[in-house]
């Protein structure tokens, strides 16, 4: 397999209306592989083509890229700690069953909560610690892991409180040590409308119109754009500066900026202990059945967006993987988008 293969499963994914855009980085912990943009950014017939500047709206990367990151040198610096309960943190975690949950279970999605609340999202960040508060939890914390957002959302919040800052100004101060092409919560004037396109979901209020610069999610849109579970852009390059890294942290490189440390990386990005979960801290981590598919060594770590989105890193095999995709601009399922990734991932298994 090939970069020539990985390359047809991305056109023929366009060709089947899987997503109209994407913009690809692979290399190693010293420099660029593969770098290319495919297709345009709508399915109009009209539409600009796709070039590797073009920002996409990262999602739920942002988990990983963003408001992990930003945890890690609130830990470092020892404002935050892993091991912090949520009941002294917010007024309205209350009861027993929730008593125990604490900072480490967000992290591994194992708080118990479910992955979106019921109702429209709130309007403002009382609202939302209100009702993620109080919610009724699905499970008893720890003894399973069910991906969702409402967790990350609080770990923005908390982030802001114990940073003293926002979560983007945080970011943005660690980020700028790496020095990506293009990665923030808000892009730049001149580059909001050269962004991939996405399509409000149909319960979205801001419908039938086009998303251009602005976040998918309505969650993070209600929150201003900046939330713990989405809100983050960024182009392909910007996302493999980020990975590349986390890379040569993972392999041992002790000379990154903070957080990257090889110890705190590691940490972060190591299966934890929560039964049947392929979960570390934030990241995901390798397993056969899921998009990274099947030719990833077992330590490989990474993580997806609704959006389309994905990254994955193999200190292993020293590589790292950045596909971004607008698959939310009327294009293919959940599944579909799936399938694309897995055979994206298998196709660079030699490369």
Not at 50 to 56: R, Y
Request: hydrophobic share 40%; net charge negative; aromatic share 8%.
């Amino acid at each position: 397999m090939s970069v020539d293969d990985a390359r047809r499963a991305i056109e023929d994914a366009i060709g089947a209306r899987t997503f109209p855009a994407a913009s690809i980085e692979v290399g190693d912990r010293d420099s660029t592989i593969w770098s290319e943009a495919l297709g345009t950014l709508t399915f109009d017939a009209a539409s600009l083509p796709t070039v590797i500047e073009t920002p996409f709206d990262l999602a739920s990367l942002t988990k990983v890229i963003a408001t992990t990151t930003v945890v890690m040198e609130l830990v470092r610096t020892g404002r935050l700690r892993l091991d912090e309960r949520l009941s002294a943190l917010f007024s309205d975690w209350r009861g027993a069953d929730r008593e125990s949950v604490t900072v480490r279970d967000l992290l591994a999605h194992a708080s118990g909560l479910s992955a979106r609340l019921v109702d429209q999202p709130p309007e403002t960040r009382r609202e939302f610690e209100h009702d993620i508060g109080t919610i009724a939890l699905d499970y008893t914390p720890r003894t399973q892991s069910v991906y969702g957002d409402l967790g990350f959302i609080l770990l923005g919040f908390l982030a802001a409180d114990r940073g003293g800052a926002s979560l983007a100004a945080q970011f943005d101060a660690i980020v700028v040590r790496l020095k990506p092409d293009q990665l923030a919560f808000e892009l730049p004037s001149d580059a909001r409308s050269l962004a991939a396109p996405t399509q409000p979901m149909k319960d979205d209020a801001r419908r039938p119109r086009i998303l251009r610069g602005e976040v998918h999610d309505n969650y993070a849109a209600a929150l201003g754009g900046v939330a713990g579970h989405a809100g983050l852009f960024g182009t392909a390059p910007g996302v493999g500066a980020f990975a590349r890294a986390l890379l040569r942290a993972s392999r041992g490189d002790v000379h990154l900026p903070p957080p990257f440390s090889p110890s705190a990386v590691r940490e972060f990005s190591a299966r934890g202990s929560v039964p049947g979960s392929s979960r570390a801290l934030g990241w995901d981590t390798m397993l056969p059945t899921s998009s990274c598919g099947t030719r990833m060594s077992a330590a490989a770590f990474g993580h997806v967006g609704f959006t389309g989105t994905s990254l994955w890193i193999d200190p292993l095999r020293d590589r790292y993987f950045v596909l971004l995709t607008n698959r939310a601009c009327g294009g293919g399922t959940l599944d579909q988008m799936r399938a694309v990734r897995r055979a994206f991932h298998d196709a660079l298994g030699d490369v």
